[in-house]
């Protein structure tokens, strides 16, 4: 049996899609930076020079989740540079030796950023990304069309948006614990629109992208398919939790202000703002359906919260 290759096997989707993709019978070699517990190999940094030769033997499917992450304050002397050494550079150097090496598909984990930071957004529509990261993504997805024409390894681009699930971080887990802590948060008047997906999703349908024959060459949105406001986000952490919402209605301009005042326009805007993702090109292409609604992405979540120690 040919191996799945999954870089960045030991990180927040890493972990449950390597799970996913165990529990559906792949043979799945975990790829990963620094020595640890479950990996099969250590590739070192990656870059433009990283050599794949060893984790790519005997795999006919790479699924690329590995990337330079984006971050709220970047401390790089030039971030644009420092995303695309690992995000542009690194996969396409991955996605050349892939092809050498006779790998069939490369899934490509992308993000919503390409897209942009406020809109609804479908697979089609052009990339007009705002930031390093989204600019470094969406390089590389255009790299990589550009291998699979010259050497015919199937590419398939996965963009979620904002990724939840039991291990989250940044700004989901601060959500989390402000709710259940009681403390006054001032989007009761906030009516904007955000597509999440939970990681059980997102692993679903990488896991089917690997696999299916229509989805090659193409690209796809996912999300849980419940678009929800952040006050309405709120409501549901708080029921989960067994918590009121102490939602204040401080009207967007204010909150806005105050996000220049503090430095904080982008964290703020993120929770004012709509973005949303159409996934019915997934669903009607793979006949892909979410195994988690968005209720239960949140239960899970908030299990796993429960359980964690450093609350």
Known sequence: MSAVLVTGANGFVGRTLCQCLEASGKQVRRAVRRPGPGADVVVGDIGPATDWQLALEGCSTVIHLAARVHVMQDTATDPLAAFREVNTHGTLNLARQAARQGVRRLVFVSSVKVNGESGAFTGRDQPAPEDPYGCSKAEA???????????????????????????????????????????????????????????????????????????????????????????????????????????????????????????????????????????????????????????????QTIEWYRRTDDR
Do not use: M
Not at 167 to 179: H, S, T
Not at 189 to 200: D, F, M, P, T
Not at 251 to 267: D, V
């Open 141 to 299: 997805e255009l790299g990589l069309q550009a291998i699979s024409k010259e050497t015919g390894i199937e590419i398939v681009v996965v963009r979620p948006p904002l990724v939840y699930g039991p291990g989250v971080g940044a700004n989901f887990l601060r959500l989390v614990r402000a709710v259940e802590r009681g403390l006054p948060l001032p989007f009761g008047a906030v009516e904007n629109r955000r597509s999440l997906v939970y990681i059980g999703n997102l692993a679903s349908a990488i896991a089917i992208c690997a696999d299916h024959p229509a989805a090659a060459g193409k690209t796809y949105l996912v999300s849980d398919g419940s678009d929800v406001s952040t006050r309405e986000l709120v409501q549901l952490i708080a029921r989960q939790l067994g918590r009121s919402p102490r939602l204040v209605g401080v009207p967007a301009p204010l909150l806005r202000l105050a996000g220049r005042i503090f430095g904080k326009q982008q964290e703020i805007e993120r929770l004012l703002g709509s973005l949303t993702v159409d996934s019915g090109e997934i669903r009607r292409d793979l006949g892909w359906i979410p195994p988690f609604t968005l209720q239960q992405g949140l239960e």
